[in-house]
């Protein structure tokens, strides 16, 4: 079975639903089935995105996407360093 991948809000929606039906005295398990998820993945989610709003969860992801980019440039420039340094050690 293919996974689903969800957005932000649409995370945040499903957890908002998450709480009515816990709050209607259902059980986790019960409340993950009619949002057709599992379990682990509402934990997951409830830690990562609960108490956000819509926008704070695209904030969120947009500085994931900022820091997985930051961090790629300094790795580029990191190995261009150490490759600098042995081409500089070889020619001394």
Request: glycine share 4%.
């Amino acid at each position: 079975m293919a996974k689903k991948r969800y957005a932000g809000e649409e995370i945040i929606q499903k957890l908002r639903e998450a709480e009515v039906l816990l709050s209607q005295e259902q059980t986790v398990e019960q409340v993950a089935r009619k949002l057709g998820i599992s379990e682990q993945t509402y934990y997951r989610w409830r830690k990562e995105y609960g108490g956000l709003d819509r926008s704070q969860a695209q904030r969120l992801k947009e500085l994931e996407r900022e820091n997985t980019r930051l961090r790629k440039i300094v790795s580029d420039l990191s190995l261009d360093k150490a490759i600098l340094k042995e081409v500089l050690q070889k020619n001394s």
